[in-house]
């Protein structure tokens, strides 16, 4: 290595991290749920690299993954309580997978919407195993060393996790019929067809808008097959006027990117299982749709 501090050894260090920096954001965004703080966690990983005696490092990868995860149950601790003040249902800010196939390369776990919700449930420790276990399929030894606890306890705190996950979501279905679910969808919602709307979606479907207070998006999250059918088609005439829809992946499934005059206003996609639309996911809020939009 380089002298420590010299110009070639922080060119070194930037290469170091350019290569294992998608790895990195992958953690924190799994982690926090959003693209802004994700972004700011890795500039934070990046200024204690720099910084650091990295003579002393034997494994980059080992060491910024460890500082990033840390990083990120600091920060998930502190985001639970902002989450608690946000106006109206808080939803994982969308990241275009089509733009950024690094997101989903190793494992697309922990990336959908519908698990990323769940995982709001857990601890920030918890949420730290699941991640580095079930996204990276780091070695339980390795996560123990992380989140500095004893290899049994990282494991019981996965499986715990696990089992969360599995408990309260149902089976997916596949990327190709939640694409078509999320067409027809659109389709019906435009028209205002309560019947259609009622036909795809499962009995206790729910509709979340995530507006930030910022636009007139529902501040309370609709329950019901034929709620969120009314509820769709009482603001159909107004919402869809003038609107270009364009499809995009995000998280690894398809959304619909609604535009107006141009600027993309809205992210909306479904969760689906064999009974039929679980969720509909309306995310609206301008500050958290930015990544989505300038790619789209």
Same mark, same amino acid.
């Given at each position: 290595?380089?002298?420590?501090?010299?110009?070639?050894?922080?060119?070194?260090? !930037?290469?170091?991290?350019?290569?294992?920096?998608?790895?990195?954001?992958?953690?924190?965004?799994?982690?926090?749920?959003?693209?802004?703080?994700?972004?700011?966690?890795?500039?934070?990983?990046? *200024?204690?690299?720099?910084?650091?005696?990295?003579?002393?490092?034997?494994?980059?990868?080992?060491?910024?993954?460890?500082?990033?995860?840390?990083?990120?149950?600091?920060?998930?601790?502190?985001?639970?309580?902002?989450?608690?003040?946000?106006?109206?249902?808080?939803?994982?800010?969308?990241?275009?997978?089509?733009?950024?196939?690094?997101?989903?390369? $190793?494992?697309?776990?922990?990336?959908?919407?519908?698990?990323?919700?769940?995982? $709001?449930?857990?601890?920030?420790? $918890?949420?730290?195993?699941?991640?580095?276990?079930? @996204?990276?399929?780091?070695?339980?030894?390795?996560?123990?060393?992380?989140?500095?606890?004893?290899?049994?306890?990282?494991?019981?705190?996965?499986?715990?996790?696990?089992?969360?996950?599995?408990?309260?979501?149902?089976?997916?279905?596949?990327?190709?019929?939640?694409?078509?679910?999320?067409?027809?969808?659109?389709?019906?919602?435009?028209?205002?067809?309560?019947?259609?709307? $009622?036909? *795809?979606?499962?009995?206790?479907?729910?509709?979340?808008?995530?507006?930030?207070?910022?636009?007139?998006?529902?501040?309370?999250?609709?329950?019901?097959?034929?709620?969120? !059918?009314?509820?769709?088609? @009482?603001?159909?005439?107004?919402?869809?006027?003038?609107?270009?829809?364009?499809? @995009?992946?995000?998280?690894?499934?398809?959304?619909?990117?609604?535009?107006?005059?141009?600027?993309?206003?809205?992210? *909306?996609?479904?969760? !689906?299982?064999?009974?039929?639309?679980?969720?509909?996911?309306?995310?609206?809020?301008?500050?958290?749709?930015?990544?989505?939009?300038?790619?789209?």
């Amino acid at each position: 290595m380089s002298e420590s501090g010299g110009p070639e050894d922080l060119e070194q260090a !930037a290469a170091v991290f350019a290569g294992v920096r998608p790895r990195l954001f992958g953690i924190a965004y799994r982690m926090l749920g959003s693209v802004t703080e994700a972004e700011d966690l890795v500039q934070d990983a990046w *200024l204690r690299w720099q910084s650091c005696d990295r003579t002393t490092v034997d494994n980059p990868a080992a060491f910024l993954a460890t500082v990033t995860t840390r990083l990120a149950i600091n920060a998930a601790q502190s985001a639970r309580v902002r989450r608690e003040t946000y106006i109206g249902p808080w939803l994982p800010d969308p990241v275009d997978t089509g733009a950024d196939p690094h997101l989903g390369a $190793e494992r697309g776990e922990a990336l959908e919407f519908a698990v990323l919700l769940l995982l $709001e449930k857990l601890s920030p420790t $918890e949420r730290a195993a699941y991640v580095l276990r079930e @996204a990276f399929d780091y070695p339980y030894r390795q996560i123990a060393d992380i989140i500095q606890l004893n290899e049994a306890a990282v494991r019981q705190l996965v499986s715990r996790a696990r089992k969360h996950v599995l408990a309260e979501r149902r089976t997916p279905v596949t990327r190709a019929e939640q694409r078509r679910l999320l067409t027809a969808f659109v389709t019906a919602a435009r028209s205002g067809d309560l019947t259609a709307l $009622e036909e *795809l979606f499962a009995a206790d479907v729910t509709s979340y808008s995530d507006g930030g207070g910022a636009r007139g998006a529902s501040r309370i999250p609709v329950v019901g097959a034929s709620r969120v !059918a009314k509820y769709v088609r @009482a603001f159909a005439n107004r919402f869809w006027a003038g609107v270009d829809v364009a499809w @995009a992946s995000t998280n690894g499934q398809t959304s619909a990117l609604l535009r107006r005059d141009g600027e993309v206003f809205a992210v *909306l996609t479904v969760n !689906a299982s064999a009974q039929g639309i679980d969720q509909v996911l309306w995310m609206m809020n301008p500050a958290k749709i930015t990544a989505v939009s300038a790619a789209g």
